[in-house]
C-alpha cells in the first residue's frame, strides 16, 4: 500500500512561488510515476506534471517554465517548484502516483482516465491572490 501526503501549500501573491511537497510511504516508490494534479473551485481536476524514476518529464503548457517537478527516491518525495504564481492557478494541488503509466501519457489522459490512476494525496491549498 502506498499513500501520499502532500504539504507546502498556502497564500501567496500574483508572481509569487511555491513549493510544494509530496511524502510517499512504500519500498517501491522508485517504481512509480508520480504526478502532480490541481483542482479549481467548480472545475474539473487537470493534470499539471509528471516525473518517472530516471527524471523524465511533462508539463501541461501552461506552466511550463514556471514550475519543475523533482523526485529524491532516497527520500520518497516529489516536490513542485511553482514560480510566477498567477491567480487562476488557486487550486486545491494532489499528488499522485501510478506503476504504469508514463509521464507524458498521464499529461494526454482524459479526466475519465484519472480514476484508473493508483493512488492520490488528500491534497494541499493553494491560494493566489491578485
Known amino acids: 500500500q502506498v499513500q501520499l501526503v502532500e504539504s507546502g501549500g498556502g497564500l501567496t501573491q500574483a508572481g509569487g512561488s511555491l513549493r510544494l511537497s509530496c511524502a510517499v510511504s512504500g519500498r517501491t516508490f522508485w517504481t512509480y510515476t508520480m504526478a502532480w494534479f490541481r483542482q479549481a473551485p467548480g472545475k474539473e481536476r487537470e493534470f499539471v506534471a509528471a516525473?518517472?524514476?530516471?527524471?523524465?518529464?511533462y508539463y501541461v503548457d501552461s506552466v511550463k517554465g514556471r514550475f519543475t517537478i523533482s523526485r529524491d527516491n532516497a527520500k520518497n518525495a516529489v516536490y513542485l517548484q511553482m514560480n510566477s504564481l498567477k491567480p487562476e492557478e488557486t487550486a486545491v494541488y494532489y499528488c499522485?502516483?501510478?506503476?504504469?503509466?508514463?509521464?507524458?501519457?498521464?499529461?494526454?489522459?482524459?479526466?475519465?482516465?484519472?480514476?484508473?490512476?493508483?493512488?492520490w494525496g488528500q491534497g494541499t491549498q493553494v491560494t493566489v491572490s491578485s
Open positions: 516525473i518517472n524514476w530516471s527524471d523524465g518529464s
Open positions: 499522485a502516483a501510478d506503476r504504469q503509466t508514463t509521464p507524458q501519457a498521464m499529461g494526454v489522459m482524459p479526466d475519465s482516465g484519472y480514476s484508473g490512476i493508483d493512488y
